[in-house]
């Protein structure tokens, strides 16, 4: 997209926000953030899947307006949860949908995998500043996405912090005097396993993340190097540099969260401790920059900042999701859905670890026409309903033959 588009807004009043996602990990930090100034933000709307409870306490402490659960059974629990306060409740994913599109100037967006797209692009068409978490939403429909930003003149703020990190150093007015953008990978908790042992990891095993305390999807995705993938797809509508021009470099300190290299031979970086708050804060603030309670890099501790050459021998996702960005059309859509669906199946011990990378690769195969152009979103679930049963089937013939 343009990034030279971003428009600065006012900040000289509280900013309202709303959360969705707000009981998962990187929720749980902007809530955080949120509570340490209470003056600064009013909250429209928070939201969540199921977690009714921290929702409901969430929503007290920060005196939220509306509080959404997707599961619409849950709806009792969270009015219960609520009583004698003023925050109304709701249920269902047209609720959740609904809260996004309520007038909250700056909107997290922390949903994860292919349920957040759609209250996303509800944000993005109403002209939000929407501070992008939930990568597959990108990943899936970008141009749909971006379309609606730029449409509506808001706002889409890197969160993930490779491509925070590349926001913070890339000029606009200078995109055609850069050679490449650098996406740094912490290599994950298998970074020096060997296939064999890849082959018997347990999901205990593939959660332990080294550097960052995550979701449990996207710790699988780590460990896969599939998040990397993603990043990958997601670097490159962002900043609309082609596949060839997005470097990946393992660096397992996670200190430079990602680089810009120009062609005059400067590599500008950012820097900072393993901490989502610091890109939260980043976008919680901008255009000003605000204090924030992550810890401060201190570079006397550091023993060394070393690089790699990934391995996509060990890690063929990364391989798949090269492809998926080169094909184009619905190719990022299926492999993302064929992602999901085995990652599932893996957590619930129903496939092993080196069997989603090889159900993604037989969804993604099995597709005709992948390149084909998206139109809508309406064809955007559809093949995603679609890849996610290929998926499942797939994965069960998997764990038969295991
Ligand atoms: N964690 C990180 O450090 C990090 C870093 C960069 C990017 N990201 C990206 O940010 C997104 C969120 O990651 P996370 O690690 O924070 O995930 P997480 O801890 O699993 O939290 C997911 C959140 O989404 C909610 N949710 C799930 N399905 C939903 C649905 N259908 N409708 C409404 N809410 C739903 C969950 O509610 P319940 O709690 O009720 O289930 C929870 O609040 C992902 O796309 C991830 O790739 C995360």
Redesign the pocket.
């Given at each position: 997209m343009d990034v030279s588009r971003w428009p600065p807004p006012s900040v000289d009043r509280p900013r309202t926000v709303t959360i969705?996602?707000?009981?998962?990990?990187?929720?749980q930090s902007t809530v955080d953030l949120i509570a340490r100034n209470p003056e600064s933000y009013r909250v429209e709307a928070l939201?969540?899947?199921?977690?009714v409870e921290?929702?409901a306490d969430q929503a007290r402490r920060l005196r939220a307006r509306l509080a959404v659960v997707?599961e619409p059974a849950r709806y009792r629990a969270l009015k219960d949860a609520l009583a004698g306060t003023a925050v109304e409740a709701a249920a269902g994913?047209e609720a959740?949908r609904a809260a996004a599109a309520r007038p909250a100037e700056w909107v997290m967006a922390?949903?994860?995998?292919f349920?957040?797209l759609a209250p996303t692009l509800e944000a993005a068409r109403r002209g939000a500043i929407v501070a992008l978490?939930?990568?597959?939403a990108l990943v899936c429909a970008g141009r749909l996405l971006i379309e609606a930003v730029e449409g509506s003149k808001g706002v889409l703020l890197p969160?993930?912090?490779e491509h925070n990190a590349i926001f913070q150093v890339f000029e606009p007015s200078q995109r055609h005097a850069i050679d490449r953008l650098v996406l740094t990978a912490s290599g994950g908790p298998f970074r020096n396993w060997s296939l064999a042992d890849m082959a018997e990891a347990t999901p205990e095993q593939a959660l332990a993340h080294p550097n960052?305390d995550?979701?449990?999807?996207?710790s699988i995705?780590s460990a896969t190097m599939m998040?990397k993938g993603l990043e990958l797809i997601e670097a490159h509508l962002l900043f609309g540099l082609p596949s060839e021009q997005v470097e990946i470099v393992v660096h397992p300190q996670s200190i430079i969260h990602s680089m810009v290299a120009y062609r005059d031979g400067s590599v500008l970086a950012q820097l900072g401790t393993a901490d989502?708050r610091v890109p939260i804060t980043h976008a919680l603030g901008w255009p000003a920059r605000i204090d924030g309670p992550a810890a401060r890099l201190d570079f006397t501790d550091l023993a060394a900042l070393t690089f790699e050459r990934p391995d996509s021998g060990r890690f063929p996702s990364l391989r798949l999701a090269r492809e998926a960005l080169v094909t184009g059309g619905f190719a990022p859509i299926v492999m993302n859905a064929a992602n999901e669906t085995a990652v599932a199946a893996f957590l619930a011990r129903q496939i092993g670890f080196l069997d989603i990378a090889r159900v993604v690769e037989d969804v993604v195969a099995s597709w005709e026409r992948p390149a084909q152009p998206v139109q809508s979103l309406q064809e955007v679930q559809a093949a995603d309903l679609e890849a996610r049963r290929r998926a499942e089937k797939v994965s069960q013939q998997r764990r038969l033959s295991n």
């Open positions: 969705l996602g707000s009981t998962g990990s990187v929720g939201v969540a899947a199921t977690s921290l929702l997707a994913p959740v922390a949903i994860v995998g349920a957040g978490a939930n990568k597959e969160v993930d912090s960052w995550m979701g449990d999807k996207i995705d998040n989502m």
